[in-house]
């Protein structure tokens, strides 16, 4: 990713998005939110699975969701779109998933999440977490490798992914849950937690 991208705001980023269509813009965002974003769905959903595919398609639709909104402060929005997300899953009556009517989280609550994560984790041994997921991804076949990389570090969307590699749409989900699954497996083996350490090796991944 250019140097440029890192070096932006949040707000430079949307504005260069929003005028050259480059895509790699979201997915800088993504990289610095994503975790966030989960801790918010986690929260709501009460489930860290559905609180995962969540976050995926939260940011699945900032492709065009920045595209209609003009956003002044994008971590205070990206709460709220998150919040607002979860609360429309759990207004589906097909959803079995349990809210206690959570208070909406505050920065605070974020930040102090965060510092425990990485104080629990110390850089040798997050370092080996991120290889052991680099493992576990190389342990899948080809077609789960591909389409993971790029459905969650370049950010695209499941057409996207069909159209890049050629591969079916019903072919690209299968190869993304399967290999989700099968890193999933891998890592608790390893007695590594699957979610965070994914959304860190996102975050990590340039």
């Known amino acids: 990713m250019p140097v440029a991208l890192k ?3 949040d707000e430079e980023l949307q504005v260069y ?4 269509g480059n ?24 489930n860290e699975d559905a609180a995962h595919d969540a976050v995926m398609q939260i940011f699945e639709n900032l ?7 003009q956003i002044q402060n994008f971590r205070s929005w990206l709460h709220s779109v998150a919040r ?15 809210i206690t009517n959570p208070d909406e989280e505050s920065e605070d609550d974020f930040m102090e999440k965060k510092m425990l994560l990485h104080q629990e984790d110390n850089k ?17 076949n ?22 890049q590699t050629g591969y079916e749409l019903n072919e690209v989900k299968s190869a993304i849950q399967n ?25 990590q991944s340039a």
């Open 7 to 9: 070096e932006m705001s």
């Open 84 to 98: 607002n997300h979860c609360l429309m899953i759990h207004r589906k009556p097909d959803l079995f998933l349990h």
């Open 17 to 20: 998005y929003q005028t050259k």
């Open 142 to 163: 080809q077609k789960q490798q591909e389409c993971i990389r790029l459905f969650y570090l370049n950010q695209l969307s499941y057409e996207q992914v069909s159209l």
């Open 179 to 203: 290999g989700k699954r099968n890193i999933k497996i891998n890592l608790s083996e390893n007695g590594i937690t699957y979610l965070l350490i994914c959304l860190l090796w996102i975050q």
């Open 63 to 69: 492709f065009q969701d920045l595209n209609k909104h």
């Open 23 to 46: 895509k790699l813009a979201v997915g800088e965002l993504f990289k610095r939110h994503s975790l966030l974003c989960f801790t918010v769905c986690n929260k709501y959903l009460k």
């Open 124 to 140: 040798e041994d997050l370092e080996a977490k991120l290889i052991a997921m680099e493992k576990a991804l190389a342990g899948l």
